[in-house]
């Protein structure tokens, strides 16, 4: 798959507002939708799911990013990502699937992201 700066990791930054309360969906909701969305091949183009799946990203790292600013804003932040950090959707695939099964209803993607952001790029 191919990568993309903070957006599906601080997750696709250039979203609205509007999807900026957005970002609660359940790990398990999110990877149950990708999955259902690999198994249709190149059908997957013509699903209304891919477009949620990106707003949610987008909300999660732009919720995920205001967090990291106003602790940053405190002199704590909670990781020390690069300036632009490359993170590939498939990456993001495989941290969500670290939860396990029986916790993943109860993980918001914005935790995720910032789980994720936490383990990959901690403050030293």
Same mark, same amino acid.
């Given at each position: ?10 997750? @696709? @930054? ?23 969305? =690999?198994? =249709? ?9 891919? =477009? ?12 995920? =990013? ?59």
């Amino acid at each position: 798959m191919k990568r993309v700066a903070p957006a599906l990791c601080l997750a @696709l @930054l250039a979203a609205s507002p509007a999807l900026a309360a957005a970002g609660e969906m359940s790990v398990a909701t999110f990877l149950a939708k990708a999955d259902a969305l =690999k198994a =249709k091949g190149a059908m997957a183009l013509f699903s209304p799911d891919i =477009k949620v799946l990106q707003q949610e990203g987008q909300a999660a790292g732009m919720a995920y =990013k205001a967090q990291l600013d106003a602790e940053r804003a405190q002199g704590r932040p909670s990781s020390c990502p690069p300036k632009n950090p490359k993170v590939s959707s498939d990456q993001v695939l495989a941290h969500l699937r670290t939860y396990p099964a029986a916790q993943r209803p109860a993980v918001t993607m914005r935790a995720a992201i910032g789980d994720m952001f936490k383990k990959t790029w901690p403050c030293r």
